[in-house]
Structures are given as C-alpha cells and as structure tokens.
C-alpha cells in the first residue's frame, strides 16, 4: 500500500511536520492514527503513525526504516535560458522526476534575460524541486547552482552531450555500448545553439548529437534529451 510522502525532521523514533509540510498534511486530510511516509532529507525514509496533530505542528511515532534504491547516474544539465524564465518553471518539475540531479541556468547568445532576473526566480524553483521529490519519490531534491555564462561551462562528467538542431550524423543511439556514471548535456533555448557556442563546448570535450529530424521547442527538447541519455546509461 502506498502512503503519502512528507519532508520531516526525525528526532528520538518521532517524525515532526512543521510551516509547509503542515499544511500540505492539513490539506491531505491527514488524521490521528494514518500511516504516512517521512523523508529525512539525509537519504532516509521512515514509515510513521501519526499520533498528535496540534496548531503548528505534526507528531507521528517512527514504525520502520524503509529500503530505498537511489538513482546512480548523475545527470547535470547545462540549460540556456529562455526568454520567458516562466518556462523553466514548468520544467523543474518534470526534469525532476527523471533523475536530473542538477541544473545549471546558462546564459546564452539567444538568452534575453539577465543574471539578476534568474537569481530572483531561483528560490521559486527551489521549491518546486523540493516539493517534486515527494510525488517522485526522490531522496533529494534537484540541485539548483547560480547561473553562469556560455563560456563558462566546464565539462565534470564522464562525458557530455551538447543537442545540437543542425547535427546530422550524431546521435546518442551510437553510444549504447558506452559507461558513464555521470553526464552532462547542454541545451539551447529559443533561436537554438549558436556556431561559437558549439565550437566552445567541443573544445570543452562536449559531443554534438542530434534530437531526430525535426527542430524540437526548448521544452520538448529538454523532455527528450533527458529520456533519451536515461536509456542509454541509466542500466
């Protein structure tokens, strides 16, 4: 049976909800005596019994440590930012719950947007991952770092992916036979990838790869370049 999941902190075998997950539990409807689930944040879950609902907070009696399996392959994404930062609200969510585990706001040559403007929206998208988590049953939330420039990508992973509208040849169907426990991948907002951008991320060590045929949206791409680097290394 499955039982809904709540961010708490765990104290002396009891799970306290308090300012957000409070009232998330209010809104659920949650009782005296419900079994729910409670995610630590230090890569732990606990089955617990809700035993007192008070004005402010939860308290509910730790029953058992549930098994837990976490995703190995780490996935950074190095995302340029679209006109329109309201886009990448729709997308937290979604690049969540397929096992990105960070995300770094880009500032491309197609970016109409300043530095500042993404520092605001960053504390908005923070919490949607952190809420995500539950739903997705995640351990932690994605990882939001500061934004940086193009020319300030820097490739940490085993290997790296910039999704390129104009590659022909390349695609990531001819790395099946290839190991990574961590990438990278790079994806262009509106008005695509330019040609100094793409020659910037391969002398980083960055492969240019395609999407398929057809010119994708930046959300759509993003959907599909995730998916498609989960089922050529997430084995």
Not at 6 to 14: A, L, P, Q, T
Not at 23 to 30: D, G, N, S, T, Y
Not at 153 to 170: A, M, P, T, V
Request: glycine share 4%.
């Amino acid at each position: 049976m499955a039982y809904p999941r709540f961010i708490g902190k765990v104290e002396n075998d009891y799970a306290l909800l308090e300012n957000d997950e409070f009232h998330h539990a209010k809104v659920k409807r949650i009782k005296e005596s419900y079994k729910i689930e409670i995610n630590d944040l230090r890569g732990n879950v606990y089955l617990a019994e809700v035993e007192e609902i008070g004005k402010k907070q939860l308290k509910a009696k730790i029953l058992e440590k549930i098994p837990v399996k976490q995703n190995l392959l780490k996935i950074t994404l190095f995302q340029c930012m679209p006109n329109h930062l309201s886009k990448i609200d729709d997308l937290i969510e979604p690049i969540s719950e397929l096992g990105v585990y960070q995300l770094v706001p880009v500032i491309s040559k197609n970016s109409a947007v300043k530095e500042k403007d993404i520092i605001k929206k960053m504390k908005k998208w923070e919490k949607i991952a952190l809420n995500s988590i539950k739903q997705c049953e995640r351990l932690y939330p994605l990882k939001i770092l500061e934004p940086i420039k193009f020319n300030e990508i820097r490739l940490d992973s085993d290997i790296g992916f910039i999704f390129y509208e104009r590659e022909k040849e390349n695609s990531l169907k001819n790395y099946l036979n290839k190991k990574a426990n961590s990438v990278s991948v790079i994806i262009g907002a509106e008005g695509g990838i330019t040609e100094e951008e793409l020659k910037i991320a391969k002398e980083q060590g960055f492969e240019s790869v395609s999407l398929g045929k057809n010119i994708l949206r930046m959300e759509t791409a993003v959907i599909s370049g995730i998916c498609q680097v989960n089922f050529v290394f997430n084995k």
